[in-house]
Structure formats: C-alpha cells, structure tokens
C-alpha cells in the first residue's frame, strides 16, 4: 500500500512531466524541412539531417566547464585551420563578438571602428557600449561595397586629448551583407593597424563563404587579425556555435569571460558533433549554395528588378519596385502560393537546405505579378526613381500600407 508520501510524489511528478512532441512529430519535421527548403529569410534555420544527429550522438559526454574531449578536439581544430594558438566553443555569434571585445580591452575610455553595416554595431543590442564600455565609430565605405584604409585613416582617435575615447579596435565583419572584402584590402588595413599598436578582430560569421569562393585558406584569411569569430550554425548548418580564435593568453582570459556572460555550458559534446560533421559534409556544398544566390540575381535582373547589393556569395537584397510592385505584394503573395515561399523583405538569403525549384517559383511569381501590374495600366516610366544602395535602404522590412 504506498504512503500518503508516495502518492503525493507521484502526483507531483505527473504535474512536472513534459512532453515537447506533437502527437505528429515525425510529420510535423517532414513539413518543417521542406519549409525551410523554400525559405529566403535566414541560413540560420536550417536543421540538422538524420546523418548529422546520427554523427553527433557518438560523440562525448564530458562537462564542457570541467573538460569535454569532442568540444576541446573542435577548438583545437579550428584554432589549427586558422592558424591560431587556441579557440573557445560559445553558444552564439554575438556573443564570441562580445567576449572578443571585452577580453581585448582592458579599461576606458576606448572606441571600436566598424562598418556602419557591421553586425557588431547595430545588431548586438548595443553589446560593446554595454559590456565593454567602449564608443563605437560606424563608417561608410566610400566605394559602398568595404571599407579600406583610406576610409578608416582619418576616423581613428589617438593622443592623450581627455575628450575622446582612443581607437584600440578595428572590427571588419567578412562576409557582410554577403560580400566580400578583397584580402589585399585587408592586408592593407591589419599593416597599418598593427603598426600603431591598434588590435584587428574579424567577425567571420560567414568567413567560410569567402573561403569557398576564393579558394584562400582559413589561415591567409585569418592571419591578419589577433581574434576571429567564426560561426557554425549559419552558411554551415550545424544547430548551435561559434568558435572563437587567438593567442592562447587571449582565449584564456576569453573564457573566463564567457563564464561571466552565461556563457559556460555543459554537455557540449553533441554540439561539437553537429559542427565538426558540418565542417566535413557541409562546407563542400557552399559552391552550390553561391551558384544558387548568383541564378536567383541573374533571374531577378532578367525581369528588370534593381538589386541592392549582389549575390558574391550567398545572398542578395532586392527592389522589385522597377516592375511596379512592393515588398508586401511578393511576401503575401509567396505565402500563398500552393508550395509557400517564405520572405520577410529586400534580403533573399540561399543555404545548404534550399531547394533550386523554390528559385524558380520565386522568379515565376515575380513575372507573373509584372505581368499583372502591366495589365492594370502600370509602366515602366512610373517607377520611382532608382534607389542608391544608401546602407539604411539594403535591409527592407516588408510592411503593407495601413
């Protein structure tokens, strides 16, 4: 006979019990992979593939505080590939910028030159002004594709004038928006950096994408830099990661940070499992991936679409509004369509899982609506007058007029 004790136990342990699967699941997942397949907005959605899961279960059970071997082999892997000293597992992107930052500085005042389109300035949520305290300096690339030299030269702060906040950073984010800074600007930039004692970060969220289509080595892209972010879960689909790079003080002092952001995490070993089969499988589909963003451009231009910023690697941004028609009409409309097409505005993103048919429905949906719009009495002389590519006006929200 079981005691009040037991059965109040029991009871609260049906209360605590949890169930994350739908009566459906296996389904539900069929559905979700061909979504993504014909999903523009993200490379981050994708998901991991039943070779992925099997790979990455086998891997090791360790505590990555203490020691976890399968995340410590991964670290020592990337950190030899770019030929660093040693890197450092964390959860995301933003924050192996953050903890970058805020290991490489050391006490205020101080600021960080970035891009004016860097991920590290206007979407981390303030992050270096908040955990480094550190002023940033957006800039504007003169020839609006990367920065140079030339552009960063004047804006850099040095002296001992009590008003300002000296330069100790330059941050360069590569891919951005998809293109790609040529190396030799690079180069350029890192030699006259280090020259004045001024420490060079890469955000290197899609640095394989460059790698894959110039044929340069982890290694000659990385060399110019101390620290180099380099994330997993984008353009080479493992679930969750990026691996942080540097000199073995840096990572040192980097991890104890990360445990200071929340950052420490436990049994890591499937993550590292998912991003080394990503490393091995993925990466040698990003040429396919570049050849599809390049169709996608080359379909677009053929209808008379303007296009923003063009598809070097893996995504483009768009204006449709030569052919008379607005964000809001092809989101909509794609949603729609009897095998939806998922959009969220002016960027068109391509990844490892999308599918060339959803390509050429998307296109097919653009004829038809210039079609359409001609037939109302649209044409082309009532197009508004052609948009620079202004770094405000790339990223566009769809949002139907009220």
Sequence with gaps: MPSLTDIRFAELAQTIACDVHSKTQDDDNTLKVQEISRAFVSDTITVPTKEMNAYALRASLGDDVY????????????????????????????????????????????????????????????????????????????????????????????????????????????????????????????KNARSRGIIMHLDGARIWHVAAETGLSMKELCDPFESVSLCLSKGLGAPIGTVLVGSTPFITKARWFRKLFGGGMRQTGYMAGCAAYALTHNFPMLPRVHALAKRMQQGLEQLGVDILSPAETCMLFYDPSPIGVEYWEVVERAAQLPDPI??????????????????????????????????????????????KTLFRDVYVKAVRPV
């Design 67 to 190: 020691h976890e071997p399968s995340t410590a082999l991964l670290e020592a892997h990337v950190a030899k590939i770019t030929g660093k000293e040693a890197g450092l597992f964390l959860p995301t992107g933003t924050m192996s910028n953050q903890v970058a930052l805020r290991t490489h500085l050391q006490q205020p005042p101080y600021s960080v030159i970035t891009d004016a389109r860097a991920h590290i300035y206007r979407m981390e949520a303030g992050g270096a002004a908040f955990h480094s305290g550190a002023n940033s300096i957006p800039i504007i690339p003169a020839n609006e594709h990367h920065l140079t030299w030339e552009d960063i030269e004047p804006r850099i702060v040095s002296g001992t004038d009590v008003h300002v906040a000296p330069t100790r950073i330059i941050a360069l984010e590569n891919t951005l928006n998809g293109t790609i800074i040529p190396q030799d600007d690079v180069i350029e930039i890192s």
């Design 342 to 387: 998922k959009l969220n505005g002016s960027r068109l993103l391509m990844h490892i899982q999308t599918s060339p048919q959803a390509i050429e429905d998307f296109l097919e949906l653009l004829r038809t609506l210039k079609e359409e719009k001609a037939a109302a009495g649209w044409k082309p002389e009532n197009a508004p007058p052609k948009k």
